[in-house]
């Protein structure tokens, strides 16, 4: 009885292997453990990377990045990803896409912060404030979960899921409710990542490569997410997108300390989890402003920009595949209806709030 399990478990170990595995366990060798689990994952964002950016150069109006997120949510929805990957695809996410968002600052001066001027400042925080207490406003309408509530609407209006994890630590939630959280978010920034460039292209809204970007930045909801967006309608647009979200993100620090008063003073509720969780703040965000300020003093060349950008634009890619790696939409669909119209609110409210002040604005 014991043999026959024995062989059971080991056909079985046999089917979780892939070639991937069996080649990145050659690498894992002379690593540390805590390195060794993160190859697979690894090898398979740059696989992904890889053929997008080869993809991606031959059609006109898809970035290499847009591919990238393409590949990986047909992967993770078409087929079963080993548990072998997920270390790899975490870390792609988290610490891959933060060192790739630092790098991007060596695209950008301060004369071009400068040139957005107050009307961009607006731009950036007038939309997330409008979609914050719009949609708990909203959520408290639909009776929804506070901490759930909380969740989306700071993910939707302010930097995705590293602000939903940095809410979720303070207010202590439960796991669920992150997860329902950050999976909305996923979902529905996708779908703004893919439409805006068809409908920008398109030209029915007349808005030009700076107010685009503009758009994208002050209205989509990862960071990854603008960048693949905004860069779709060229670089002046990508780059003025970036800056805009990056100021977006910025606002999570005052934030996360707004909340973390509230929460002391018993204004928020505890989300339930009994855990204590600690804040991270966007620590990368400091990688960028060194990289802007490097640039803005002429200490990279021309060459060094080149090289830059090009490791740059491989490590997006790898994080965007990643992300599309992680993007179930099967998980919407065991929700319920409450949070799944909560996150459709938000993304219609941020949106529309964004473009109607740039017509405003502008």
Same mark, same amino acid.
């Given at each position: ?46 696989? $992904? ?102 969740? $989306? ?10 602000? $939903? ?198």
């Amino acid at each position: 009885m014991k043999e026959n399990q024995s062989e059971k478990s080991s056909e079985i170990d046999q089917e979780d292997r892939t070639i991937l595995v069996e080649f990145a366990e050659k690498f894992s060798f002379f690593l540390p453990p805590e390195a060794a689990v993160k190859i697979p994952g690894l090898m398979l964002t740059m696989c $992904i990377a890889a053929i997008a950016l080869y993809t991606g150069a031959q059609l006109a109006y898809v970035t290499p990045l847009i591919v990238a997120m393409g590949i990986g949510i047909l992967l993770r929805n078409a087929f079963i990803l080993l548990p072998a990957y997920k270390a790899g695809i975490t870390y792609s996410i988290r610490t891959v896409l933060r060192f790739a968002v630092a790098l991007l600052g060596a695209r950008i001066t301060f004369a071009q912060i400068g040139g957005l001027g107050w009307e961009g400042i607006v731009l950036a925080t007038g939309p997330l404030l409008i979609t914050l207490f719009m949609t708990i406003w909203f959520g408290r309408l639909l009776k929804c979960d506070h901490s759930q509530t909380l969740l $989306i609407a700071t993910g939707t209006s302010i930097c995705g899921a590293s602000a $939903i994890m940095t809410a979720g630590a303070v207010t202590q939630a439960k796991e669920d409710n992150v997860v329902v959280a950050i999976s909305s978010i996923t979902v529905f920034g996708t779908i703004l990542m893919l439409l805006y460039p068809a409908v920008h292209n398109m030209g029915f809204l007349h808005l030009t490569a700076k107010e685009y970007g503009v758009w994208s930045g002050s209205s989509i909801h990862e960071v990854a997410q603008v960048i693949a967006a905004a860069f779709g309608g060229g670089e002046e647009s990508g780059e003025i997108g970036t800056i805009i979200k990056l100021t977006r993100v910025a606002c999570l620090v005052p934030f996360a300390f707004a909340i973390s008063f509230m929460s002391a003073k018993g204004m928020i509720k505890p989300g339930g989890s009994e855990e204590k969780g600690e804040v991270k703040f966007p620590l990368f965000l400091f990688g960028f402003l060194g990289m802007v300020i490097l640039n803005s003093n002429d200490f990279f060349t021309v060459k060094a920009i080149a090289s830059i950008e090009t490791v740059d634009m491989f490590l997006l890619t790898m994080a965007m595949g990643a992300m599309g790696l992680e993007t179930d939409f099967k998980r919407l669909l065991h929700i319920g209806y409450k949070p799944l119209v909560l996150s459709i609110f938000a993304t219609c409210t941020i949106s529309t709030t964004s473009l109607c002040l740039i017509y405003l604005l502008y």
